[in-house]
């Protein structure tokens, strides 16, 4: 259990979406568990319907940055759809819908991409976290 | 002492705050002991003169989030002071403002809501958290 | 190993950056290692020809935080360079760029500020961290 990897995955842009999805990668590659729990505005984003749209990126990101992320997509870079679906290939890696926020923004499980394994609620995520790591992004 | 969650609250927007409650409640829910320690924005969030105010969300939020937010709160949707409330009120949880962060920003305790326990020092706050879990939101 | 604090430093405006230094320097004044991973807007901050600028705040800081945090310059307060400075001299820290935030980037290692002591890949950092405290900021 404690070599698990548990991501709060809050964040809806791109930049972050992709961070997550790095680390995820990472610690999949070497051989631990990751649990991630999408709450709020990552919920939004993996919408079946939004998942390859363009979600934008912080704030800080700044006009330079946000032509550097366009042209990296034009340029073929994996989405951080692709490295979570890479990363599910290659480890242990579930990836589960907040229910509260799911009720709160009135979103059905089948309103979400099939990358996302399930509901559950925050109490869940915390107990099967254990006392291993839990990163909030 | 490790099964201990420490939150950094940094963040200043409904949204985030909210998360972090909702975290905060479900750590305390199964019985483990919570520690937030209060930063830059979320302090002011926590003065007593407004932290029943709006306090915005994320930017990728967007104009659909925000509306979302706001009918939820018309809807009766527990705030994240209420939802603090709820945690300390089934579990150990304290709040702790930051002292670097009152002193830069000239804020003193009495100007807290009472929901926040004390202040202390960046050090403590470590020392307390010990080797577990840290998230900062 | 375990009592090593992990920091993801992803953000790159100057609040979080000041959050981020404060807390390594926390960690480094009670003995235990840090190990900061720069990705994303983090990596471009620390551009030796930028990691003197301003480099802006979380949008809740909204004008009020903002002409704090410039009072606070202004009034000689240490800049997040040099905490982490302070913090490199009294303890054991290393600050690392992540090679794929550089390679998309194209930043090179002479572009950062010697302040950075090397440049890693996700999985390299993952496994230094291993199972000791993760900090996304």
Known sequence: MSDQLSIVLFSGTDDRL??????TAGAAATGRPVHVF????AVD????DRID??????????????????????A????WKEVFQQAKDIGEV?????????DL?????DDLDPIVDGIEGVASFMFAAGEGQIVFI
Not at 18 to 23: E, I, K, N, T
Not at 55 to 69: L, N
């Open 38 to 41: 999408l709450q709020y505005w």
């Open 94 to 102: 579930t990836i589960q819908g907040c229910s509260l926020t799911m």
């Open 45 to 48: 984003a993996f919408r079946r």
């Open 105 to 109: 923004f009135h979103i059905e499980h």
């Open 18 to 23: 992709q961070a997550a999805a790095v680390l």
């Open 76 to 79: 073929g870079q994996s989405s």
């Open 53 to 74: 749209l363009d979600h934008g990126a912080s704030p800080e990101a700044g006009v330079a940055g946000r032509a550097a992320m366009a042209a990296l997509r034009a």
